[in-house]
């Protein structure tokens, strides 16, 4: 039986109005945020493709991050909020078995979370749900049959309401990583 092949969509579209401008391209321990989680996802050979999705600031995460080893899909209606994103970004991976979700101001998570999130899906589950001390959290590796409803979401939500109805594996993973995606310059600052 062939290996399942799984791609990865990074979400780096939004506007960071909480922030007060473009949070992908924030700095931490002098790199930009998207900088770190790029390199945690290409550090997992299963992954293919990685796609990054930009929207708000696209031209400056394009100036400020290299981008040359991963696709990339700009999703006009990025204000609708998270679901165009997760739409384009699902859309732009094509035809995968499964998709690893992650968040391009999450700079905290590393390949062998990522990997231990890939390692768990298996025949019989619908997607793995990373959690942190119990907390939902990012990669979220949603299989073909909720890939499948992916176009029907809508609004500034993720995949949470399609892996309601859906056979979800979770797993803790706050000892391997700091789970925190950044909102605020005062959440980047507690974490410097």
Do not use: N
Request: with cysteine; glycine share 12%; hydrophobic share 50%.
């Amino acid at each position: 039986m062939a290996e399942p092949r799984i791609g990865c969509v990074i979400l780096a579209a939004g506007e960071g109005r909480r922030f007060g401008g473009p949070k992908q391209v924030a700095l931490w321990r002098g790199r930009p945020l998207l900088a770190w989680v790029l390199d945690a996802a290409l550090s997992v050979p299963a992954l293919d493709p990685v796609v990054v999705v930009l929207g708000a600031h696209a031209g400056a995460v394009r100036a400020a991050v290299d981008l040359s080893a991963v696709a990339c899909v700009e999703v006009a209606g990025w204000e609708e909020g998270q679901a165009a994103s997760l739409r384009a970004g699902v859309a732009a991976a094509g035809d995968v078995d499964a998709c690893a979700v992650l968040l391009g101001d999450m700079p905290g998570v590393s390949a062998q979370v990522i990997a231990g999130a890939l390692d768990r899906f298996a025949p019989g589950v619908d997607a793995v749900r990373t959690v942190y001390g119990g907390i939902p959290g990012h990669p979220v590796v949603l299989g073909r049959r909720v890939l499948e409803r992916v176009p029907e979401l809508r609004g500034d939500v993720g995949a949470r309401e399609l892996l309601a109805a859906a056979r979800v594996r979770t797993w803790e993973a706050g000892h391997l990583c700091m789970a925190t995606d950044i909102d605020t310059p005062e959440q980047l600052e507690v974490l410097r």
